[in-house]
């Protein structure tokens, strides 16, 4: 099991040039993949975020990727004519709304085309084995670290549904009664109405015992409910993703607490199924950072 939310980061080295890739992983129900690269790299993108998608089914992850070349101090250079020619066009715009002034440094640094890779790396083709190394070794620590934080989510799931077994368990073995004290009561009714000749065994009372047994029987919702808490544990014990089936997982449970509240007409159950909606609702809080 894993985290939907990470940290990584990576580097690598090659052909004179250094590569450096992080990325952030925040929780999502879908996937999404955002890939930044310098302007000149965009064209490895796709191979990029095929590379992260195919580690994140989950969630949604932000992949940066920066350069630097050996001994050059920044990871790339100004390109003085696109910079010009930026700091034209936006002096004129200026001039036209009658604000005239020069475009400062950190305006035009961030157009597009202003930044360029080194010259080891203007290629492509070139920068693409030192960006994988990076991307790489930045994949497996945000996996690493996922995992870790998937153990920790696994024991907190494991813990609430065995308090849900236990609100189950005591259902179960609750249910019987029910029919029980329903019988003895209207036992007693009638008796109290003053209908002689009356007892457990009239054909009337059987009546009406079989249409309440009929009415409030839960063992069906007890037997699926248990059935997703052995579902849970498969889950636990897959190779893939397992948020989704989870929080699939979560709103069948919900389905079946809330067809035995209505239907157990029992405040013993009534009050074991509160604390089973209550622990239910903190698992599916939890189930919204699983992967």
Known sequence: MRSMTGHGRGEGFRDGL???????????????????????????????RDMVAALVSRGRCEARLQWEAPGSGAPSRVNRSVALAYATQLRALSEALGRPEDPGLDVLIRCP?????CGAAADPDQAWPVMEEALRSALGALDAMRRREGEALERDLRARIGLLREEASA??????????????????????AGIEGV???????????????????????????????????????????????????????????NT????????????????????????????????
Request: proline fraction near 3%.
């Open 18 to 48: 250094r590569a450096v890739a992080e990325l952030r992983c925040v929780n999502r129900r879908q996937a999404e993949v955002l890939i930044h690269l310098p302007e000149a790299w965009a064209a490895l993108e796709g191979r990029a």
């Open 113 to 117: 085309g202003v930044l360029e890779p």
């Open 171 to 192: 259902i179960r073995g609750r249910a019987p009664e029910v029919m029980r004290r329903y019988r003895d009561n209207l036992v007693q009714r009638v008796r109290a």
């Open 199 to 257: 007892g457990p065994g009239d054909e009337r009372i059987l009546k009406e015992l079989v249409v309440f047994a009929d009415r409030s029987d839960i063992s069906e919702e007890i037997a699926r409910l248990e059935s997703h808490f052995v579902q849970f544990e498969d889950a636990c014990r897959a190779s893939e993703a397992a948020g989704r089936r989870l929080d699939f997982l979560a709103q069948e449970m919900h389905r079946e607490i």
């Open 260 to 291: 035995i509240g209505s239907k157990a007409n029992d405040a013993v159950i009534s009050a074991s199924v509160v604390r089973a909606k209550t622990e239910l609702e903190r698992f599916r809080e939890q189930v919204q950072n699983v992967e």
